[in-house]
Structure formats: structure tokens, C-alpha cells
């Protein structure tokens, strides 16, 4: 769709492709993001198993 528009074409010259970097972008920090929680995930998880709540979570 935007490859098609003249004025996408140019800023991509002029500014690089912004929205591809921004995407490349949001994906490394959801993959962070997931590989940062899921130890907490793993351990809400196994209280809920054992009928225990995650006290982990409580403040």
C-alpha cells in the first residue's frame, strides 16, 4: 500500500523506513518482555497448581 505512494517513497529515502524500525523494534522488547516474565509466570503458575496463592504477587 504505502510503497505505492511518491511521498512514503521519499521520506523512506530521506528518514529510512520508520515503521519497520519501529516494528523491529516492538518485537525485541515484547521478546524481552517475555523472556523477563516468564520465571514470574512459571511461578504463578505452579501455585496455582498446588491451590496456593502467588504470594510472589501479593505486596
Known amino acids: ?3 505505492q505512494a511518491p511521498i ?3 521520506l ?3 528518514q529510512g523506513d ?4 519501529v516494528r523491529q ?3 525485541r522488547i515484547e521478546d524481552d518482555l517475555r523472556r523477563t516474565m516468564q520465571p514470574l509466570r512459571n ?3 505452579h ?3 498446588q491451590g496456593r496463592p502467588p504470594t510472589h504477587l501479593m505486596p
Open 12 to 14: 523512506v529515502e530521506e
Open 47 to 49: 501455585a496455582a497448581r
Open 25 to 27: 523494534e516492538a518485537e
Open 43 to 45: 511461578l504463578s503458575e
Open 1 to 3: 500500500m504505502f510503497e
Open 8 to 10: 512514503y517513497a521519499r
Open 18 to 21: 520508520v515503521p519497520a524500525q
